[in-house]
C-alpha cells in the first residue's frame, strides 16, 4: 500500500458544488501539505499542518478550507468549486527536517484530478 | 526565501551522464538545497538533498558550489526511465516552505 493516498483520484463536477479531497499517510508524520498543481507549472502551498492543532493558510488558500481529522489524515475542501479550480492536487507529509535522521523529504500521494465544469 | 533559476528542459543521451543545474545566488546559511523529479503526471519524488557539501545516494549525485550559489544534479547513466520534470528547491531547515519553480524538463534520448 502506498505510504500517502488519495481520494477520490479523478473528479469531474459542476460550479457551485461542494467538493472534498482526502489524504491519509501510514508514514505516522506530524506534518501534512496541500498542493495544487496547473498545467506546465510547479507545485503552490494551499496549506498545511504540523499538526492535528495546527493548520496554517499557504499561497493559494482562498476558495479552499482544510481539516486535520487526525495525525494519519488532512482533508482539503472546495465549498463552492468554480472552473479555475481545475487542477492536479497533491497531499504531502514530511518530518522536519532538523535532526541527523530528519531529511524533511516530502513523500506524495499519486494525485486527485479534479475538473469542474 | 532564495528562489532557484533553471533551464527550461534539456535533453541527454541514454547512458550519458544528464547534469542538470540550478541557480540559487540568493540562498542563505541556513537553507538547504533539495532536488525532486516528476515523472509524468505523478507525485513528485525525492532524489537528494545538500547544505553545502557534495552529496551522492543511490539515484544521483548533488554538487554545490563553495559559494553555495549553485549546484548540479548529476544522474550519471541517464535511462529512458529518468524523463521527468526536475525542480530544485531551497527550504530553511524545520520550515514548511518548500518553493516548487517550473524546473527543469529533461528528455532522456535513445
Known amino acids: 500500500d502506498a505510504d500517502v493516498t488519495q481520494t477520490p483520484r479523478n473528479r469531474i463536477t459542476k460550479t457551485g458544488k461542494r467538493i472534498m479531497l482526502e489524504c491519509s499517510q501510514t508514514k505516522g508524520h506530524d506534518r501534512m501539505y496541500w498542493y495544487r498543481q496547473d498545467p506546465g507549472l510547479g507545485l503552490r502551498l494551499i496549506y498545511y499542518s504540523f499538526d492535528v492543532k495546527d493548520i496554517n493558510k499557504g499561497e493559494i488558500s482562498d476558495g479552499y478550507s482544510v481539516s486535520r481529522q487526525a495525525q494519519a489524515k488532512f482533508s482539503l475542501s472546495l465549498e463552492s468549486a468554480i472552473p479555475n479550480q481545475t487542477a492536479l492536487y497533491f497531499c504531502a507529509t514530511s518530518d522536519p527536517g532538523t535532526g541527523s535522521t530528519s531529511t524533511g523529504e516530502l513523500f506524495f500521494g499519486e494525485g486527485s484530478r479534479l475538473t469542474v465544469l | 526565501d532564495a528562489k532557484t533559476t533553471q533551464p527550461t528542459s534539456m535533453d541527454c543521451a541514454e547512458g550519458r551522464a544528464a547534469n542538470l543545474p540550478c541557480n540559487h545566488s540568493t540562498i542563505s546559511g541556513n537553507e538547504y538545497v533539495y532536488w525532486y523529479r516528476q515523472i509524468h503526471s505523478q507525485g513528485p519524488q525525492y532524489i537528494i538533498h545538500?547544505?553545502?557539501n557534495n552529496e551522492t545516494n543511490e539515484m544521483a549525485s548533488l554538487i554545490i558550489t563553495e559559494d553555495r550559489k549553485s549546484s548540479t544534479l548529476i544522474l550519471p547513466h541517464a535511462t529512458l526511465r529518468d524523463t521527468a520534470v526536475y525542480y530544485c528547491?531551497?527550504?530553511?531547515?524545520?520550515?514548511?516552505?518548500?518553493?516548487f519553480g517550473t524546473g527543469t524538463r529533461l528528455k532522456v534520448l535513445a
Open positions: 528547491i531551497v527550504r530553511i531547515s524545520g520550515t514548511y516552505k518548500y518553493i
Open positions: 545538500g547544505l553545502k
